[in-house]
T-cell receptor, first 115, second 118 residues
């Protein structure tokens, strides 16, 4: 089974702090994704990566950056945390495989609160 | 542009009732893939099913069944004889044929909260 591990289940930080959310997958997947989930808005894509050191902006990249130095690890960085970044953050990975038809596998999520 | 609409925000049923979750999608691509995910209260998204645009056969897996109709751009999900453990948020998602870039990003609907009462 695919295992996607997010470093923290719950996290509380203060406004202005630099925050790192870590995600590790154990299946040698090429593609990795970061989403945030808010009530009534569903899942929104922040950033994704299709290979080491490669990244693409999703729909809401403002205020975030990412790092993919190793294939198994994809980090989401809040450069200067703000209260509107309080949310549930979900990481996913996917085997590139055949085009378009491999499911994404998700971690358990990190509930981040910015005070 | 790709878009997925789940018009039902919340559904409540009593155990053993059948329930259908609706999903309507928009895409200009002729090749695309549709997914359903379940998110129980614990938070992780669990993959349920994948369907490609060339396969309109309905699928049944135990109490779950999926009805894919290209003519109405719908991919509906039915739970037969619902149980309390089916209570979760269910997401429908779409990915396009990524033409060799293999990015595979998903476009999600906003989800349907299903509550099954004992």
């Amino acid at each position: 089974d695919v295992k996607v591990t997010q470093s923290s289940r719950y996290l509380v930080k203060r406004t202005g702090e630099k925050v790192f959310l870590e995600c590790v997958q154990d299946m040698d997947h090429e593609n990795m994704f970061w989403y945030r989930q808010d009530p009534g808005l569903g899942l929104r894509l922040i950033y994704f990566s299709y290979d080491v050191k490669m990244k693409e902006k999703g729909d809401i990249p403002e205020g975030y950056s990412v790092s993919r130095e190793k294939k198994e690890r994809f980090s989401l960085i809040l450069e200067s945390a703000s209260t509107n970044q309080t949310s549930m953050y979900l990481c996913a990975s996917r085997d590139r495989g055949r085009k378009g038809n491999q499911p994404q596998h998700f971690g358990d999520g990190t509930r981040l609160s910015i005070l | 542009a790709q878009k997925v609409t789940q018009a039902q925000t919340e559904i409540s049923v009593v155990e053993k009732e059948d329930v259908t979750l609706d999903c309507v999608y928009e895409t200009r691509d002729t090749t695309y893939y549709l997914f359903w995910y379940k998110q129980p209260p614990s938070g992780e998204l669990v993959f349920l099913i994948r369907r490609n645009s060339f396969d309109e056969q309905n699928e049944i897996s135990g109490r779950y069944s999926w009805n894919f109709q290209k003519s109405t751009s719908s991919f509906n999900f039915t739970i037969t004889a619902s149980q309390v453990v089916d209570s979760a948020v269910y997401f429908c998602a779409l990915t396009d044929d990524d033409r060799g870039s293999t990015l595979g990003r998903l476009y999600f609907g906003r989800g349907t909260q299903l509550t099954v009462w004992p």
